[in-house]
């Protein structure tokens, strides 16, 4: 493998890395390892102000993808303000299934998180790692449509609080 290599994302291009949030593409580098050359995204993280390196072939198996558009980052804002289905009463069940959503990383995945379990800590305070949950599923959405949509991520969660809300 070479820097010839196609690759799905470009140099200096946002993408999301599930779980971790909006990262930016900072280099490709190959790395040798037992005589192969294995192409690489160097991924600055700047939520948590971390550099990944990621193998080329390896990336949307991981789940990374482009920002999501402006339509469906509107689409996924519309979402938290509908109805939802209740979710599961034990905790652990519903623990499990926001994090697997979570792990799959879409924006419509990571929008019902937020909205089930913003809706689920009205009913009742939420355990501790559910919180932590709903705080991260809550940055990773603010951070993926504020840059969608050219906003500040301080304006993305005010009008995430009021979709909520209403």
């Known amino acids: 493998m070479s ?18 949030g ?9 790395k040798s390892f037992k005589d192969n050359s ?3 995204y160097t991924i600055y993280l700047e939520f948590s102000d971390m550099t990944v390196m990621v193998p080329v072939d390896k990336a949307i198996e991981l789940g990374i ?15 938290i303000a509908e109805e939802y289905a209740p979710i599961p009463t034990d905790w652990k069940l519903r623990y499990q299934m926001n994090l697997d959503l979570l792990k799959k990383g879409s924006v419509m995945d990571i929008a019902s998180v937020v909205r089930s379990l913003y809706h689920r800590s009205k009913i009742k305070e939420l355990p501790i790692l559910e919180r932590k949950l709903y705080d991260s599923a809550l940055n ?4 993926e449509i504020a840059f969608s949509l050219g906003k500040s991520k301080d304006e993305i ?10």
């Open 65 to 79: 993808r482009a920002i999501v558009s402006k339509a469906e980052a509107e689409r996924a804002m519309d979402f």
């Open 38 to 40: 294995i192409l690489y």
């Open 140 to 143: 990773l959405l603010q951070d």
């Open 3 to 20: 820097k010839t290599q196609t690759t799905d994302f470009d140099v200096g291009q946002r993408i999301v890395y599930p779980s971790q």
């Open 157 to 166: 969660g005010e009008l995430i609080r009021s979709r909520l809300e209403s």
């Open 22 to 30: 909006v990262g930016k593409i900072i280099d490709l580098q190959d």
